[in-house]
């Protein structure tokens, strides 16, 4: 039972970890939590469940799901993001947008295809079937989801300490002094929009074989993802996926312990209560603002 | 007083249109025999209660809530559940329904404590999920998915009220409504709902909880989507889960929005135009959700006043043509304008070790420094020296890392801003911190907020002595804005002033709290020799009058005009501090200016 449970919580966990550090990839340059994410995942699902790119071979339908979704992203980052931010009359002006522009991808994907959910296969050589191993059991997709999971925060690692990372830092810490220093914004933007358009995708393809891919599946991610931001701490990549799985591992507890039902119940009040507890998160550092 | 009298008659002026719509919605049962636009009619002066009470939040407030149809189903829900199966009146039902909705509310805007203002939009996105799933699980209570039926029309004695008696009491509960909002914004805690949405750390510095504030403005909010569910209840006579969905609290941000935020007509043409037209037109309803989406898009870039907004832009710019322009020479400053006697003694402060660091950069390295009560203490030194930050520091908006600090003999070293502005703390900042969409009169009564006594009941309900308070602070704030030459534009937005008088505004408004306390960040940064000199004279005349002013400043001669004593810091470690021709004559300081003598 215990480990039925940390296996659920690892495997989900690592799902919401992966939405929470699209999050940070967008914010880093623009100081925007999109709150389309969820919806960018879900196209990447339903593109693999749904279109003629599932039927090619896996390696090459995840790269045209990246790039599709990724295209998606950039065109929010052209309607939803950069006017508002321009134009920043209403602090909060940024929130309305991209829900607005989330709408509409919901909108469009529920004419697009049916709300019929539907399964995907995991690529061969792995499997949903369940192995058990000293009492553990766990399926080879559900390892490969971990694995990663670790591999992205590991990669977004690297680029972190690159010219870029180090390029994106300094526009998120002051835009327009970073423009004296001879660095782009507006590119850096567009960048981080095509990247963590092309992670929602991965996150999306990933997601598609465990949850079922449905045009539904969105919100859900998006809360859950924004849940492991919250206490991970935005900006820091390992302390989101870390506490995707702490969050997972809580939501799959309630949800044998207590009921099926009451597992978003109680995944919002764990999130509620260590936010309480540690506002800036489970490692985080708190930031004071200057005047 | 003509003052008064002018008000009043503009009052009914701009209550015509209210009354007009009113009144077309009060005999439209009756003029159509149509009883679905009746129904409609009802729906949406019910969906206007609610999204007034958002308009509170959202519009004045500036906060996002995505949990506005969760709290109407939290109303909708009590309602039902104590009248369907508790055999409860509906007028005992909806206040309990109300007061657990406001309670709602308040819990959802509970991490408001903590976090960051955008995290309350994705945590009442959140909360509206588990609230959708409670309504499920609690099955006995609720009736699961298949909701709560049968629930009775309001009765008066043995009488049912009929459809359309339904729809005059929902448009008896908008007055009422109505005139309570219009209230709120129109006082104390209106400013302070906007002063937190537009300029956070000047809300504090002028005695305003942010935290408070916010969750203020959710129990408002909470409330009045309880009595819109109460409505909604009866009105359908059945309440289901589906009736809640995410759609729905988009619905109310987006009458908010599209209508015109912080507007109290904004939720009225919201609904006129978001729900009842696509309602009435059939063939749009099926494309509501892309509507949905792509105005919220178009407005939020190209119109975030909305309709409202757009309608005045156009009424001034319609205005201005015919009336000629005021003079543009600014009023004289009438300097034998009173300010206010403090409300107290001067403060002294002293500081003791006092250390502050960003990161590596260290501001403050152990400052100790005393200010005396009652005189001009200025602060100087090169940029990056650390004056702002000592400012902010013993003004409460920076914690120190450590040291002490004493205001008075209270020390005050965890207390925070806006507790030190009730003690009579009172700030003017670098760059101007106005609410640039509300008049000159109010940017300066803002400042009377921590002095200011009329709570939430006493400013809904207007009572006489909260009435007085406010006309006595009126006739202050006036005086004070004649004093400094800005009588004429006392109705004008703050936003259109220009910068020099945007600062003598921030001084106005600081002035009005009566500080015995003002600490001023830079005030003479951009003003004319002219007007540099009337800054001289008052912050004299402020000190004379009894009040401690601790000025930030790089202009050395104002500085050796007004201070009492001078304080140099450079790279967070204090030069000197005494009498300005001995502390600016200091051999360090002149070389830290000049450079080393060769």
Not at chain 1, 92 to 119: C, K, N, Y
Request: net charge neutral; with cysteine.
């Amino acid at each position: 039972m215990i480990a039925d449970i940390l296996v659920a919580g690892l495997v989900f966990g690592s799902l919401y970890g992966l939405v929470a550090m699209g999050f940070n990839v967008l914010h880093r340059p623009t100081n925007v939590v999109n709150f389309a994410q969820g919806e960018l995942i879900m196209i990447g699902a339903m593109l693999m469940a749904a279109t003629p790119i599932g039927g090619l071979p896996w390696g090459i339908a995840v790269v045209c799901v990246m790039a599709v979704v990724a295209v998606v992203t950039l065109a929010e980052e052209r309607v939803a993001v950069t006017p508002v931010l321009r134009r920043s009359s209403h602090a909060a002006g940024w929130v309305i947008t991209t829900l607005a522009f989330s709408l509409l991808i919901a909108e469009a994907a529920g004419r697009l295809w049916t709300d019929q959910p539907s399964t995907v296969a995991p690529p061969w050589p792995l499997s949903i079937d369940v192995n058990e191993v000293a009492g553990v059991r766990f399926s080879s997709y559900q390892v490969a989801v971990v694995a990663v999971a670790v591999a992205v925060v590991l990669l977004l690692g690297l680029l972190d300490r690159s010219r870029l990372g180090t390029a994106l830092r300094a526009v998120a810490a002051d835009r327009d002094g970073a423009r004296l220093r001879g660095i782009d914004p507006t590119a850096l933007t567009r960048r981080s929009f095509l990247l963590g358009g092309a992670l929602a995708g991965l996150t999306g393809v990933l997601a598609a074989p465990l949850l079922l891919a449905s045009v539904t599946m969105g919100l859900g991610l998006l809360i859950k993802g924004f849940a492991a931001l919250a206490v991970g701490g935005i900006g820091d990549n390992r302390g989101v996926l870390v506490a995707g799985w702490v969050l997972g591992t809580v939501e799959a507890a309630g949800a044998a312990y207590a009921s099926p039902g009451s597992q978003s119940v109680v995944l919002f009040a764990a999130m509620l209560l260590i936010l309480l507890i540690r506002p800036n998160g489970l490692r985080g550092l708190a930031v004071q603002r200057h005047v | 007083m003509s003052e008064v009298l002018r008000t009043r008659s503009d009052g009914v002026r701009r209550a015509v249109p209210w009354l007009v719509v009113l009144a077309a919605a009060a005999v439209l049962p009756l003029v159509s025999g149509d009883p679905t636009i009746t129904y409609l009619a009802t729906t949406a002066a019910i969906y206007v209660v609610v999204g007034t009470g958002l308009n509170i939040m959202f519009g004045y407030t500036g906060q996002v809530s995505l949990g506005q149809g969760a709290l109407v189903a939290v109303g909708a829900y009590a309602t039902g559940i104590l009248m369907a199966d508790h055999g409860w009146t509906f007028w005992a039902a909806a206040p309990v329904a109300v007061v657990v909705t406001a309670g709602a509310g308040t819990l959802m805007a509970l991490p408001a404590f903590r976090l960051s203002s955008w995290y309350i939009a994705l945590v009442t996105l959140g909360a509206a999920m588990a609230a959708r799933s409670l309504l499920v699980e609690f099955e006995g209570l609720t009736g699961g998915w298949s909701g709560l039926i049968g629930i009775p029309r309001p009765a008066i004695g043995s009488r049912e009220l009929g459809e359309r008696d339904l729809l005059w009491l929902v448009l008896v509960v908008n007055v009422v409504l109505f005139v309570m909002v219009r209230n709120i914004v129109d006082s104390r805690l209106g400013r302070a709902m906007m002063a937190v949405r537009d300029a956070p750390e000047m809300a504090r510095s002028v005695g305003v909880g942010p935290a408070r504030m916010k969750l203020f403005a959710f129990a408002c909010g909470g409330a009045t989507a309880g009595m819109g569910g109460a409505l909604l209840a009866v009105h359908h006579g059945l309440v289901t889960p589906d009736d809640f969905t995410l759609d729905f609290s988009i619905l109310f941000l987006l009458v908010v929005i599209i209508g015109g935020a912080a507007r109290l007509a904004g939720p009225i043409i919201g609904t006129l135009l978001f729900f009842a037209l696509p309602e009435l037109l059939t063939g749009l309803a099926e494309w509501r959700g892309l509507i949905y989406g792509a105005a919220l898009l178009v407005l939020m870039v190209y119109a975030p006043q909305g309709i409202a907004g757009a309608w005045d832009k156009l009424r001034a710019r319609f205005w201005r043509g015919r009336v000629p322009a005021p003079a543009a020479a600014p009023d004289p400053a009438d300097d034998t304008a009173e300010v206010g006697p403090p409300r107290g003694e001067p403060l002294g402060v002293e500081l003791s070790g006092v250390r502050k660091s960003f990161g590596g950069v260290h501001a403050l390295r152990g400052i100790d420094l005393a200010i005396e009560p009652g005189k001009v203490h200025a602060i100087v030194g090169p940029n990056g020296s650390g004056k702002t930050t000592l400012l902010n520091v013993i003004s409460r908006l920076l914690r120190q890392d450590e040291g002490r600090v004493l205001l008075g003999a209270e020390d005050v070293s965890r207390a925070t801003a806006e507790r030190l502005a009730r003690r009579g703390v009172a700030r003017v900042f670098q760059t101007p911190r106005l609410l640039g969409a509300s008049s000159l009169r109010d940017n300066v009564l803002l400042g009377a907020y921590a002095r200011e006594r009329a709570g939430g009941p006493a400013t809904v309900l207007r009572l006489p002595w909260a009435r007085r308070e406010r006309a006595d602070l009126v006739v202050e704030a006036d005086r004070l804005l004649a004093g400094h030459g800005l009588a004429r534009r006392a109705d004008e937005d703050a936003a259109a002033l220009p910068h020099g008088e945007q600062r003598l505004l921030e001084v106005a408004r600081a002035l009005m709290a009566r500080p015995r306390l003002l600490l001023m960040d830079e005030p003479a940064a951009g003003l004319t020799p002219r007007e540099l000199e009337a800054l001289g004279r008052l912050i004299r005349a402020i000190r004379d009058a009894g009040t401690t002013v601790v000025l930030v400043e790089h202009h050395i001669e104002l500085v050796a005009n007004v201070a009492d004593v001078v304080t140099v810091l450079d790279r967070g470690e204090l030069v000197t501090s005494g009498a300005p021709e001995e502390a600016l004559g200091d051999a360090r300081v002149v070389e830290l200016y000049l450079g080393a003598p060769a």
